[in-house]
């Protein structure tokens, strides 16, 4: 086991590995900015090192400065938390020649499924359901227009490289290719560096189904059911769930085994999420994330693991603690995202918090890094907190999101918290009939908050 680790992140990802790995006796090294230097994550690890300016790429994306970080302190192993630099395969490798350990998959796994086509092409082979789409790279538009008649609109242009909803777009029928088309690979090569795309038929009314599995890299996996995670804003979650409300045991228990499978044949290891497009009872696989999901307390909740302490044990070549036959669901688990974001237009909020109060109780977690007096800097994700509610059933677990809210206490800068207050208001959110266009249909028609 690691006498010591390092936290290639911050916020309140940061904070979720420093307290799994203080549980563990392992010691901590927190890296930070200078607008970082007052953060809770640089006061709660037991070291830090100021790793460079507030911009990401001289600081947090900074290759040379994580791994001097680590020389100085003696730290052994890193955690990337998620973002940032926790599917970087480049990073991987190079931390590896360095003789330090990465806490996550292998750099080839990372490279693997970084890439939409090569992981489309890997699961496929792996007998895991996949869209309809194109077998490779969409090079030029007679090819693109030609797909689209073949597929029947509407379809979807992906970048290979992309993420986080950018570099994606639908063209609904053939005379909105050309600007589907272009504006795909114009977004893919200003954010990725590579304006190369795919094509897949896009589903009209599907749920975003992710199935949660992890692998000890020796051949065994297993799979902690899935979270439901339709209700998206721009692509971007914000209200997740799990079990998912819409899926069936039988359902659950067929693609589980399914993931599960394709992982361990390739010794995957850690924690990683492979997410699908559910329609009309089918799996579509859409992407894999090799790493720690922001939604991951969710599935902590139903079956009460700790996945960042599965994460530090298997990287030091331990086995898992569990087998698939341990794991059996308890309840059901809510998470919403707390962003500093001014609504309706979701813009930044950045500013000093002037009085802040965490809801408690029973079934109730909050994963945040603020406290009076703190100041959310303007160079980072906008995300504050995540709120998160355990109950026997949906109807407890959303009647305990809705005390929660009401006690919790953010002051000084805008927040999505009244976001939730609305959505609790809706009927479709206490029956689970809502698909991955719901939110943003939702929010068309809203004109007060």
């Not at 809502?434 to 007060?448: A, F, G, K, R, S």
């Amino acid at each position: 086991m690691f006498n010591k680790i390092l936290i290639a992140n911050r916020g309140e990802i940061a904070l979720r590995v420093i307290r799994a790995a203080r549980e563990m006796g392992i010691a901590t090294v927190a890296v930070h900015s200078t607008a970082d230097a007052d953060a809770m994550h640089v006061r709660m690890a037991d070291e830090s090192v100021c790793i460079g300016p507030p911009a990401s790429p001289q600081s947090y994306l900074s290759f040379p400065a994580i791994i001097s970080a680590c020389e100085i302190t003696g730290a052994e192993a890193i955690h990337p938390g998620y973002g940032f630099l926790s599917e970087n395969a480049q990073f991987v490798q190079i931390v590896e020649d360095h003789g330090l350990t990465f806490i996550g998959p292998t750099a080839e796994h990372i490279r693997v499924m970084g890439d939409k086509i090569t992981a489309k092409d890997t699961m496929k082979a792996l007998g895991v359901p996949c869209v309809p789409g194109s077998d490779g790279g969409v090079a030029t538009l007679d090819e693109a227009k030609a797909l689209g008649e073949d597929m029947g609109y509407p379809v979807i242009i992906k970048a290979t490289a992309g993420g986080g909803g950018r570099g994606m777009k639908v063209a609904q029928t053939a005379a909105d290719m050309e600007s589907a088309f272009m504006t795909a690979r114009a977004e893919g090569k200003a954010a990725f560096g590579n304006d190369e795309v795919y094509i897949e038929k896009y589903l009209t009314t599907p749920r975003h189904i992710e199935i949660q599995v992890f692998g000890d890299g020796k051949g065994r996996a297993v799979h902690l059911g899935e979270r439901d995670c339709s209700l998206q804003r721009r692509h971007q979650k914000v209200f997740e769930e799990a079990p998912g409300p819409a899926i069936s045991a039988e359902e659950r228990a067929a693609i589980g085994k399914v993931c599960a499978d394709a992982v361990a044949k390739i010794n995957y290891i850690g924690a990683g999420t492979i997410e699908f497009l559910y329609e009309n009872g089918e799996f579509y696989f859409i992407e894999m994330n090799t790493r720690l999901q922001v939604e991951h307390p969710v599935t902590e909740a139903i079956f009460g693991v700790d996945l960042v302490r599965e994460q530090i044990r298997v990287a030091s070549g331990l086995d898992m603690t569990f087998q698939q036959d341990d794991l059996e669901i308890n309840g059901h688990s809510i998470e919403v995202r707390l962003n500093a974001e001014k609504l309706p237009n979701f813009s930044p909020s950045p500013g000093r918090i002037t009085q802040y109060h965490a809801p408690g109780g029973l079934g109730v977690r909050i994963d945040s890094a603020l406290y009076d007096g703190y100041r959310i800097p303007p160079y980072y994700d906008s995300l504050i907190g995540k709120l998160i509610v355990h109950g026997r059933d949906r109807a407890e677990a959303l009647a305990r999101l809705n005390r929660a809210l009401g006690e919790l206490i953010i002051d000084g800068v805008d927040t999505t918290v009244p976001l939730f207050h609305a959505l609790l208001a809706e009927k479709d959110i206490h029956t689970g009939d809502y698909n991955i266009h719901w939110l943003e249909h939702w929010l068309e028609q809203q004109t007060d908050w």
